[in-house]
């Protein structure tokens, strides 16, 4: 399939909260990045954060195969440092071919979930 | 009326949670994409989905006819195979004429139920 | 100010729950379009509606005034017809003069509020 | 890193629920549009709110560094007027850079949250 998407993305959106009414895995707060590479060639992702008052982060480094997805957590980013909690944050993903960005968060703070999904900001 | 739209379009986020709160057709946790057909002639839509570890699935065929419109349950999918539940998954939808494609998701696992809902990716 | 947007977009995502936890105006179950002219003239929009099984309904005629905003609920559109509850239907939205447009829904079906909302699709 | 987005962007949607099921800062029902500035320029940003039936007001002036992303809650905004509560409105954010813009609202009027977020409409 030829590839489909864009090299630059950025989601201006970004909070993970510390507190969840569950521990399944599943039912955590999380915020994730849905990343597509419908393409032939594997991707070489490059992640970065950025903060209200302080210097940006990264990058975080993914490698995303081709015709595959990955739906990343930030909460598992480690490398080159954890991701805060409730902290709020923004994120700009580069790849070394198009790839595909849409923006997920299940909020379970309260007894009761809530979600929100956007699709990133792609520069044409 | 003029058709509107593109003829590509992919959604990055996809999973299906396997449960729900209640068993009413509505309310069942599901995962739709919303196809619009504004235009004079019929669509041949194909979907392929695409997976973490494994090769994509399809094409998925469905007709839509000019000047309709038809919200397509990703859980009633069956050929060429049901979408696994629980499984995160992407997907890329081609049409023979310009459509426009939404993406919405009822989850109902929690007493509950979160919405979410949002425009695909358009390849220009 | 400038005019900002299209004259021309689509919300493929259409349906407005019969049931609602509240008859709270404000909490009711709804699915409303916000229109937004920022520019310096009047708009005369108009919105047609799409459905699975049958031929599209409208238009439906609407004023936007200059520099103005209007969030519409399609619970409470009436000429040329009621919009049906529970049903699967889409919208395209022309204006004579561009405007921006964007979808929201609050779902009140189950004790607790859900709420969707993404900008429509525009075309350039 | 270069700069990424527009400069002129729209929200269609908006409206700041009264209530409030919590009093804690985080879970205050709210309405906050996400800024993010990637390039290395500072941004000087003006808000313009307009409304249904009276005139625009604005602008708000925000300042946002280089390098930095800001959670801007519209129930913040004060000068040159507060946001009035229970109201529709919709903003214009224009910027002297390339800026990225997301909207997200927080409803906690029931017992229970709920949350949208979309990316903004920018003008290309």
């Given at each position: 399939?030829?590839?489909?998407?864009?090299?630059?993305?950025?989601?201006?959106?970004?909070?993970?909260?510390?507190?969840?009414?569950?521990?399944?895995?599943?039912?955590?707060?999380?915020?994730?990045?849905?990343?597509?590479?419908?393409?032939?060639?594997?991707?070489?992702?490059?992640i970065?954060?950025?903060?209200?008052?302080?210097?940006?982060?990264g990058p975080y480094r993914?490698?995303?195969?081709?015709?595959?997805?990955?739906?990343?957590?930030?909460?598992?980013l480690?490398?080159?440092?954890?991701?805060?909690?409730?902290?709020?944050?923004?994120?700009?993903?580069?790849?070394?071919?198009?790839?595909?960005?849409?923006?997920?968060?299940?909020?379970?703070?309260?007894?009761?979930?809530?979600?929100?999904?956007?699709?990133?900001?792609?520069?044409?």
């Open positions: 399939m030829p590839d489909i998407g864009h090299r630059r993305w950025a989601i201006a959106e970004g909070y993970i909260p510390s507190g969840s009414v569950s521990q399944d895995h599943a039912l955590v707060s999380h915020e994730a990045v849905c990343l597509l590479n419908a393409g032939e060639k594997d991707a070489d992702i490059a970065t954060l950025f903060f209200t008052d302080r210097d940006p982060v993914v490698k995303l195969g081709a015709r595959r997805t990955l739906h990343l957590r930030f909460n598992d480690q490398d080159p440092a954890p991701v805060p909690r409730d902290t709020s944050y923004a994120s700009v993903i580069e790849s070394s071919v198009p790839i595909v960005v849409q923006h997920t968060r299940l909020d379970s703070r309260h007894p009761n979930i809530a979600l929100l999904s956007t699709v990133g900001y792609a520069e044409a």
